[in-house]
């Protein structure tokens, strides 16, 4: 009796280690850093600020804290690189993505910011971001799995302008290797192959975020086996013309969607075994689990015994099934094609809030372009505005200096007409009148001059105010729209899914 009791001791203290480990594999903080660079002087991108936003949205439902930077300038990409970096916890995640140009010199990566003239190789590689300095910054960070994905790729703008291996596409580059007993992964996830370019796409995304989108929520499902959906996705839906590539060193399974975290509570669990005959995302109780291909026998296990909702939302509908899952045993469950009847009348109110968020999205968007506009006009006038700075300073201590001196005047006025009136001969009396009125004279010209330096002085003063006032205006004005903006494209979204629920 007392060596069954050290067995039992003995399982529960590996089950207990067990479910610590688990859980420490896969309750870990999960970063990603945003990059959409869309407004380019030179051949601008329709799509890559959706793209960021989109992601960034699809990072953010899965439990990411998101980092997004929208037309970047090297400046504003470079530190949000170094602050993401720099603020990583142990063991933690990070996505670096990025969507815009970019271009390759001699194998070297380089990520092309928005306000930038590039005319050659030598400017792209001094005012653009090392792809290479990405990677080292994650790597150097306390993380313990950093994914860089390019989608970026798309022709090269200043092909004209660059020579030899900076004219076209990415180079493919290895992941960074990591030398000792820490574990260390890492991968490189570019939008086509090596030296090729990438597809902006004609709709909402690229081929290649859109692919990336519709894979993402993948739970359970390891990067390698999402991107191979998204290197399938992106192959069909570009006619073979494009293929994306990646290289890795990763140590162990990394998920971009956090795996369903098992414990063991008893020997006594039950499981579901799931097929269909059309392919589909499995949802039970109202959360993913996988997608299910054609002809695909999905095993869900350790279930507690109980009542489960099974949902398949396939492209064209969505079919329910209830089912109870019994101890230590595996019921079969069969999705057949059929399709629910769609609600007209809710599909037709989700179309017509569609239009007016689309119109809504239409409407701020030239607006804050309009803002953008002025607002580099009025920054074209800040020489202006430094120069009337410096003119109100200088006239109004020149003011104040001539007032000074027509207080010194004005006292020796009046002392020379105290002699001129106490004079005692008439040469005294002739000289202290002549004295009394020069320094009159001056005394009233120093008054004269003071005041013009005074209002010149005010009048640049209010110029400089109002263009401040006006700044300020301008940047508030721009901030506050794109707030709602975000706001009404993130409804916008969830309009998008319920259509696609719906129909």
């Known amino acids: 009796m007392t060596q069954n009791r050290g067995v039992m001791s003995f399982k529960k203290v590996v089950l207990i280690i067990l479910i610590l480990f688990c859980s420490n594999l896969y309750s870990i903080e999960r970063f990603a850093l945003v990059i959409g660079n869309s407004n380019y002087a030179t051949a601008p ?3 890559t600020k959706n793209d960021a936003l989109d992601v960034s949205e699809g990072f953010k439902n899965l439990g990411y804290k998101v980092t997004t930077i929208i037309d970047g300038n090297k400046q504003v990409m470079e530190e949000a690189v170094a602050k993401v970096s720099n603020n990583l916890p142990k063991d933690s995640m990070v996505v670096f993505y990025y969507a815009g140009h970019a271009a390759q010199v001699d194998k070297v990566n380089y990520l092309i910011p928005v306000n930038e003239i590039i005319n050659n190789e030598n400017d792209l590689k001094y005012k653009s971001v090392n792809v290479e300095w990405v990677i080292g910054s994650l790597k150097s960070s306390l993380s313990r799995t950093n994914i860089v994905i390019l989608d970026s790729c798309r022709d090269n703008p200043f092909k004209n302008s660059t020579r030899g291996s900076g004219s076209r596409g990415l180079s493919v580059v290895s992941s960074p290797q990591t030398s000792g007993t820490e574990i260390k992964n890492s991968a490189i996830i570019y939008a086509t192959t090596d030296g090729n370019t990438a597809d902006d796409g004609d709709g909402r995304n690229s081929p290649f975020t859109a692919a990336f989108l519709r894979n993402l929520n993948r739970r359970d499902e390891t990067l390698l086996d999402v991107m191979t959906y998204v290197t399938q996705d992106v192959f069909t839906s570009t006619g073979g013309k494009q293929e994306p590539t990646m290289t890795n060193a990763l140590k162990e399974k990394v998920y971009f969607y956090q795996p369903v975290e098992t414990t063991i509570q008893s020997e006594a669990l039950g499981s579901l075994s799931v097929n269909s005959e059309v392919p589909g995302d499995l949802y039970i109780n109202s959360k993913h689990i996988a997608f299910i291909d054609i002809g695909e026998i999905r095993k869900i296990e350790r279930l507690k015994p109980g009542i489960y909702e099974l949902e398949l939302v396939t492209d064209s509908y969505s079919e329910f099934l209830t089912v109870e899952v019994e101890d230590n045993r595996t019921t079969p469950i069969s999705f057949i094609t059929h399709s629910v009847n769609v609600n007209n009348e809710e599909l ?9 968020l689309e119109n809504s999205m239409d409407i701020l968007t030239n607006e804050i372009s309009q803002l ?10 800040k020489s202006e505005r430094d120069s009337r700075s410096k003119t109100a300073i200088n006239t109004g201590f020149t003011g104040l200096i001539f007032y000074t001196i027509a207080g010194f005047s004005s006292y020796y006025t009046y002392d020379s007409y105290q002699k001129y009136s106490n004079a005692t001969t008439t040469d005294e009396a002739l000289a202290t009148r002549n004295m009394t009125l020069g320094f009159a004279a001056g005394a009233g010209a120093s008054i004269l001059i003071g005041v013009v330096n005074s209002i010149i002085s005010n009048n640049s003063s209010e110029k400089v105010k109002d263009y401040d006032a006006k700044e300020r205006y301008l940047t508030s ?14 409804e916008y979204k969830k309009v998008i899914q319920q259509i696609r629920r719906i129909e």
Do not use: V
Not at 372 to 381: P, T
Not at 477 to 488: G, P
């Open 372 to 381: 953008e506009e002025q607002k580099k006009l009025h920054f074209s006038l």
């Open 477 to 490: 004005q721009i901030k506050s729209k794109n707030t709602d903006l975000t706001a009404i494209d993130r």
């Open 348 to 356: 037709n109110a989700l179309l017509i809030q569609k239009q007016d």
């Open 45 to 47: 991108l329709a799509n």
